[in-house]
């Protein structure tokens, strides 16, 4: 190991990050409450089915459903404030798997460092987040006290379908929509980091196996979540389609 890079636990990121108050009091207990009257529900589904031995929910998926446009558009602006104080405190994040480039004052390319993100303004920082990154499908989920959960230890990032969807994604987040119970927290293996839901607060984590995590039983009460994943835009949308070779 180099010199002076084996620095004790305490004093290295874990890249967990937590918006406090993210999404309103309010806007959080009308999302509970329409989804205890909502007959939309589905037993939750891990990547490779219903199997409640591994994750025991009930769950709304988002993604197209036109009545629930106005919950999947408030979800969509606090992750993407939190997304943006995550990108600054870890600018890595793009930097390191992008290599990006932007003109420079002389209009010639010059490769982004990670202190460059220090400088710039929102607006431009949003421009370079929606250039890379995209939202996914948000899912509601619902716990019931002592029943629910998703104890198996699992990551985000796996091989699944065709367009490789699944291995797209970047990090996950979660907007935990109410609290009063005991347990029911997100709990990382490696980090050994357990954080406990906060009405609005915002979870945001890298999606590898390096945090692997699982969510562990309420207690006492109903545990109410949404979740879903900041991607990758597809390569050929950051980088064009590649040229078919000529024929011979």
Request: proline share 7%; with cysteine.
């Amino acid at each position: 190991m180099l010199a002076g890079m084996d620095m004790p636990a305490a004093d290295i990121d874990d890249f967990i990050h937590v918006v406090p108050g993210a999404l309103d009091a309010q806007a959080c207990a009308s999302i509970v409450a329409r989804m205890r009257e909502s007959r939309e529900l589905q037993p939750g589904r891990v990547g490779g089915g219903v199997y409640p031995e591994l994750k025991h929910s009930r769950d709304l998926s988002l993604a197209g459903n036109t009545a629930w446009a106005d919950v999947e558009q408030a979800l969509n602006v606090a992750v993407y404030a939190g997304m943006l104080a995550y990108l600054r405190r870890w600018p890595q994040a793009l930097v390191a798997p992008l290599m990006l480039q932007q003109p420079g004052p002389d209009g010639q390319l010059r490769r982004l460092e990670a202190e460059d993100f220090a400088d710039m303004d929102e607006a431009r920082l949003g421009e370079l987040a929606r250039t890379c990154l995209r939202p996914g499908a948000i899912n509601l989920q619902w716990y019931r006290d002592g029943e629910g959960g998703y104890p198996y230890w699992h990551c985000e990032l796996y091989p699944r379908d065709p367009q490789c969807e699944t291995l797209h994604r970047h990090l996950l987040w979660t907007v935990y929509l109410n609290d009063g119970f005991e347990e029911g927290e997100t709990e990382f293996l490696f980090q050994r980091r357990k954080v406990a839901p906060r009405t609005g607060d915002l979870l945001i984590a890298p999606t590898a196996f390096t945090h692997t995590h699982r969510g562990n039983r309420p207690r006492g009460g109903d545990k109410f979540i949404a979740t879903s994943w900041i991607l990758f835009q597809r390569a050929e949308r950051l980088f064009g389609s590649p040229t078919p070779n000529a024929a011979g």
